[in-house]
């Protein structure tokens, strides 16, 4: 454990910041399912809807650095093509 006054206030902000990426990282993984399971279903609508909901989240993570921002993109992109594909 860290000794230094500002070691252990770097240390409570890693914890902080470690629960904030993990929330945001299965906020991720579940509106991407989402996606998926729309199309799955061939449910042009939700898939649609689900799609833009997802696009919001994974810009915001990006933004925020929780995912690198190519990474984002790459999905985004993937999930699109999957939507599109349905049309």
């Known amino acids: 454990m860290a ?3 500002s070691a252990l206030k770097r ?3 890693s914890i902080k910041r470690n629960l904030r990426n993990n929330m945001v990282r299965t906020r991720i993984k579940n ?3 989402e996606v998926r ?3 799955e ?3 042009t609508e939700l898939a649609a809807t689900a799609l833009r909901k997802a696009t919001s989240v994974l810009d915001k993570a990006a933004t925020k ?3 690198h921002a190519r ?3 790459r999905r985004i992109s993937r999930l ?3 939507v599109n594909k349905m049309a």
Do not use: E, T
């Open 3 to 5: 000794n230094h006054k």
């Open 11 to 13: 240390h409570r902000q």
């Open 31 to 33: 509106v991407v399912k």
């Open 37 to 39: 399971s729309a199309v």
């Open 41 to 43: 279903a061939n449910d």
């Open 65 to 67: 650095k929780v995912i």
């Open 71 to 73: 990474a984002a993109a």
């Open 80 to 82: 699109s093509a999957a």
